[in-house]
DNA sequence: CAGGTCGATGTAAACGATTGCTATGCGATT
DNA sequence: AATCGCATAGCAATCGTTTACATCGACCTG
């Protein structure tokens, strides 16, 4: 059995040679089969009221019959449209990622529009921005959902020629005014904190994503705020993280639970840094919820069968991905922009992996 | 002198904006700010060793101050090769399927090919079958992770004009020939027994995909086979699942333990299933690895995390999606296919939810 | 019955690139 | 000196649609 072959030479092949063997039909076949102009055939598949309920009929059954499809490039090209949305995202292999594309999915397909996917480390390789796309007329519009673009690309992505046609989802970047779809990160923090604080737990310790990225700072935000609001605050010391990923969660764990005086409950800014956070500290004989609580952010999949079940903020990914493509569309529709934020609410869903301070903590 | 030249510049550019309503510069703008023709600017671009360097330079000059792209319609319609590649997978939700998605742009990266992404039920949604792009020139090719296509979309793949445009991935349709790259099932549930049986393990139990399911088909015929081998076999109450999610793992662990005898090892054909297994066993009081060894497939990222750490088998998911890419190429560049089915190792990794069995079993 | 309206269709010009031919200039060969 | 070859660049056809405009009856109206 064959484990792979070289692939540049392929690449090489397929850059000299390809070209598409098979002829197919186009629309002036239909036209003579049917007896009638290449017009009409357009006008029977686009326009189906400005020719006769008989023409119709008849370039309708020539069409049936030989399987034609109105080839997408002369048509995108005479009509200046390319019928599709590029998502760039920052990683394609990161799971968060998939269900927010699978909702910009559904928000696309009534529409008709196909979705190219991209993900920040290709562009790069390819030395080409998400603007290329628009620039080449690959693309109509493009979602985005990496927060963290170079200041060039932002430039670009705020220019004439490809005003409007941007909508950012999830993560943005801050003070530029794009239009932006995301969840309502502070008040999901601050649904974290009044649970916790409700249990009686009164040291807290926070686990952030990376550093500069938006939903590390509003998370943040929204876990200071509402601790405020209880009387209640977040030393430096009890800051940990630095990213979204479990490993983090994993060592974070470890570093807070080194501190002299340790917290009663862990708030993560996702579920793989709580996933991460629990896996270590049982690695370290803390038992969750009896020693310390944590919730996490997100509500992944998993969630909910991770050891113990995890508490956890709800955000609705794909709603937000649907919501993300309707803006899209509306803003390529040409209708003017009803705001540029919109917060999508969300909940806190109780498992197991919280439960009232134990008295007798150190 | 620049002033001069710049305010030219823009009195053409504006004039070209106010006649056609667009913004986009084409190549006839620079050939005429480049003082060439436009096939020496297409040369330029796309055979720069076909103009002398001087040409070159100019023009790549006036291409790099004016930020153009070619245009990617006219250049497909005339050059008949969209360098698009679609890839349907069952469920774009799916978190499972992003690493082979990532590994497929990998493939597509170096060849400068885009990625179109649809799933399934998106497809139904319109009516359209992912032959619908081939036919309509939108995708030069189709990367299918789906293996559960009707019988009708299968023989439109196999037809003439879309013929050698298609590979599947992961999952395929059995009996028909299409091109497949996979992961090495059998092997993978080999791998798994056998470490099972050197632990001392003789009571199996399986936990299956669905039903129908090539992959549910090769998982139970693997595990099958290796456990003849070693002198046992696996009764068909001992067989249980029927999806790969993490819900049926769970269920299912109930409706094993509920069983007069219970097996002390059991085989998962996903690690979903396996994680659901897992908490539904600890739901049940048996304790793993202590009372039950289980063991998933796939290694996905949080199978390191869950508790106990999950053994499982690893499949290459993103190094499947770059050779299917790769695949794809190499056939669209017209070289006959090596072979049909591409088969890729997989391997086993050890943590901690298997253990030596348990003498005192009942 | 002349003139006007309207609906259905055809004609042909874009859309923006690529590329087979052809023309030109210049140095090398015989 | 005449010819050949080659590198370079332009001309114009072409890719497969859509759509503005023209055409042509049929029907209506005064």
């Not at 055939?41 to 019959?65: C, D, I, N, W």
């Not at 996490?296 to 969630?303: K, M, N, P, Q």
Request: aromatic share 4%.
């Amino acid at each position: 059995m064959t484990i792979a072959f070289a692939s540049r030479k392929n690449v090489i092949l397929y850059m000299k040679t390809y070209r598409r063997g098979t002829m197919a039909i186009g629309i002036k076949d239909i036209a003579r089969l049917a007896g009638v102009s290449t017009a009409t055939v357009s006008r029977a598949l686009s326009h189906p009221g400005r020719v006769s309920p008989e023409t119709r009929a008849q370039v309708m059954a020539v069409v049936e019959e030989h399987d034609y499809r109105v080839n997408s490039f002369a048509r995108s090209l005479r009509v200046r449209r390319a019928d599709a949305v590029l998502a760039m995202v920052p990683n394609l292999g990161n799971p968060f990622f998939s269900e927010i594309i699978a909702g910009i999915q559904d928000g696309l397909t009534p529409a008709g529009l196909d979705l190219l996917v991209t993900d920040s480390l290709s562009q790069q390789a390819r030395r080409q921005s998400p603007v290329t796309h628009l620039q080449a007329a690959r693309a109509d519009g493009l979602i985005c959902l990496d927060g963290a673009l170079p200041a060039g690309i932002l430039d670009d992505l705020a220019a004439g020629d490809v005003a409007g046609r941007v909508v950012f989802a999830c993560e943005w970047p801050e003070g530029r005014g794009f239009p932006v779809v995301r969840s309502d990160n502070r008040a999901g923090m601050a649904l974290a904190v009044q649970h916790l604080v409700g249990l009686g737990h009164r040291d807290f310790a926070l686990l952030t994503g990376p550093e500069g990225n938006v939903l590390t700072r509003e998370r943040r935000e929204g876990a200071e705020a509402a601790l405020a609001q209880a009387g209640l605050s977040l030393p430096p010391s009890r800051i940990a993280g630095g990213s979204f990923e479990i490993r983090d969660g994993f060592r974070a764990a470890g570093d807070l639970m080194r501190m002299p005086s340790r917290p009663t409950a862990i708030l993560c800014s996702s579920d793989q840094l709580a996933i991460g956070c629990i896996s270590g500290l049982s690695e370290l004989g803390v038992r969750v919820p009896q020693d310390v609580s944590v919730v996490g952010f997100d509500d992944i999949a998993l969630a909910a069968y991770s050891c113990p079940p995890l508490t956890t903020i709800r955000q609705d990914r794909r709603r937000l991905g649907r919501i993300a493509a309707e803006r899209l569309l509306s803003s390529l529709s040409g209708k003017p922009p009803a705001e540029t934020l919109t917060t999508l609410p969300v909940e806190i869903v109780v498992r197991r992996s919280t439960a009232a301070a134990s008295k007798a903590v150190k």
